[in-house]
């Protein structure tokens, strides 16, 4: 019984010791920026990536966080886009990392929507507050005909000529 009651107790200090807030970020000189100032993407687009870029000395993970600044009235997050990433962890071993945004076409003839990406916290770096926002434009796509056949499509033929001079 005193064994069972050893090795319940050991594991649950293992279980308290593992779930703590104390995890390492990085130490070094870091410094977190948006990879681009501005993106334009048709709405028709799916899931896409903006990336995160890190410079300088890195010994551990960064957390970055992101969030929405809306610049559009009638641009609205989980109505015409959705952030599926908005914590991404940086790896000591990666510089860059990437949150995806899954656009939403609504099918309808509109305007373009904007809104801006921002580096919201930085956990183990420092953030470069002039690259610290990415300017997004969905393109509205649905007054482009091409655009609204999109996907994959099988085409078949027959000559007719051929077949008539058969007979």
Same mark, same amino acid.
């Given at each position: @019984?005193?064994?069972?009651?050893?090795?319940?107790?050991?594991?649950?200090?293992?279980?308290?010791?593992?779930?703590?807030?104390?995890?390492?970020?990085?130490?070094?000189?870091? %410094?977190?920026? @948006?990879?681009?100032? =501005?993106?334009?993407?048709? =709405?028709?687009?799916?899931?896409?990536?903006?990336? #995160?870029? %890190? !410079?300088?000395?890195?010994?551990?993970?960064? =957390?970055? /966080?992101?969030?929405? /600044?809306?610049?559009?009235?009638?641009?609205?997050?989980?109505?015409?886009?959705?952030? !599926?990433?908005?914590?991404? /962890?940086?790896?000591?071993?990666?510089? !860059?990392?990437? !949150?995806?945004?899954? #656009?939403?076409?609504?099918?309808?003839?509109?305007?373009?929507?904007?809104?801006?990406?921002?580096?919201?916290? %930085?956990?183990?770096?420092?953030?470069?507050?002039?690259?610290? /926002?990415?300017? %997004?434009?969905?393109?509205?796509?649905?007054?482009?005909?091409?655009?609204?056949?999109?996907?994959?499509?099988?085409?078949?033929?027959?000559?007719?000529?051929? =077949?008539?001079?058969?007979?």
């Amino acid at each position: @019984m005193k064994k069972i009651f050893l090795l319940i107790a050991a594991c649950t200090g293992l279980l308290f010791t593992s779930c703590g807030d104390d995890e390492k970020f990085n130490t070094g000189d870091a %410094v977190v920026s @948006m990879g681009q100032a =501005e993106y334009s993407v048709k =709405e028709n687009k799916g899931l896409f990536s903006v990336p #995160l870029s %890190v !410079t300088g000395t890195q010994n551990g993970p960064i =957390e970055v /966080t992101v969030g929405v /600044t809306a610049t559009d009235d009638n641009c609205v997050e989980d109505t015409h886009y959705l952030i !599926t990433s908005k914590t991404v /962890t940086i790896p000591a071993s990666k510089t !860059t990392g990437r !949150t995806e945004i899954k #656009l939403v076409d609504d099918h309808i003839i509109n305007e373009d929507h904007t809104f801006d990406l921002n580096i919201t916290n %930085v956990k183990g770096a420092k953030l470069n507050s002039t690259l610290a /926002t990415t300017h %997004v434009t969905i393109l509205d796509n649905d007054d482009i005909p091409y655009d609204r056949m999109g996907g994959s499509w099988t085409v078949t033929a027959t000559n007719l000529m051929s =077949e008539n001079m058969k007979k």
